[in-house]
């Protein structure tokens, strides 16, 4: 089966800090996509962060980045300087060759003031 | 942009009806969408893929006869609940692929209480 690992059900941090989310996955895939989502309180999906498995190059949008490691299947999420608005649930997916989006059974981050 | 929506936001209805829950896709056209089923506390998990003009693919494990998808134009695909029992009750969630494009965008949820 083609699935996606968050080895990690809850995870805390305290504010200003940096915390780190890991995400396994098994693919038979050469090129793909790999996304974190965000799911809040209020259940709408946001996107986070999205890495093209071909890019070597590991994506960041400001206080996120990931740890892409292609031959590990392994990516991961780093949050720097956390704020109290990053508690959430967090999702890792990947997209197959068919746009199914697969998904991490997720990491709850609790932030701590 | 990129907004997508879904009618309605929660609904409550007893064993054995039907329920329709609409997503749209409000700003791009979307040639393929989504639907997923949300458990309490789970993850989200594909029940079928939505294609413009032709038949739904349904994942393995789920009733195509009882989660009717109807994609009837690029902007909108609807999920029906036949014969809803209460083992239904979930949060269902679409997601819309734009038209040529590599993302897909969320709708905000249905919650589906079935009494």
């Known amino acids: 089966a083609q699935t996606v690992t968050q080895s990690q059900p809850e995870m805390s941090v305290q504010e200003a800090e940096t915390v780190t989310l890991s995400c396994t996955y098994d693919?038979?895939?050469?090129?793909?996509?790999l996304f974190w989502y965000k799911q809040p309180p209020s259940r709408q999906m946001i996107l986070v962060i999205r890495q093209e498995a071909y890019k070597q190059q590991n994506a960041t949008e400001n206080r996120f980045s990931v740890n892409f490691q292609k031959a590990a299947k392994s990516f991961s999420l780093k949050i720097s300087d956390s704020q109290l608005g990053d508690a959430a649930m967090y999702f890792c997916a990947r997209e197959d060759s068919s746009y199914k989006l697969i998904f991490g059974s997720g990491t709850r981050l609790l932030v701590r003031p | 942009g990129a907004v997508v929506s879904q009618h309605p936001s929660w609904v409550i209805c007893k064993s054995g009806t039907s329920v329709k829950i609409e997503c749209r896709s409000l700003?791009?056209?979307?040639?393929?969408m989504f639907w997923y089923r949300q458990f309490p506390k789970q993850s989200l998990m594909l029940m079928a893929t939505s294609n413009e003009g032709s038949k739904a693919t349904y994942e393995q494990g789920v009733e195509k006869d009882k989660f009717l998808i109807n994609h009837a134009s690029l902007t909108l695909s609807t999920l029906t609940v036949t014969s809803a029992h209460p083992e239904d009750s979930s949060f269902y969630i679409c997601?819309?692929?734009?038209?040529?494009?590599?993302?897909?965008?969320f709708g905000p949820g249905t919650r589906l209480t079935v009494l």
């Open positions: 700003d791009f056209q979307a040639t393929t």
């Open positions: 693919t038979s895939e050469s090129d793909y996509y």
């Open positions: 997601s819309a692929r734009v038209t040529g494009g590599n993302e897909q965008f």
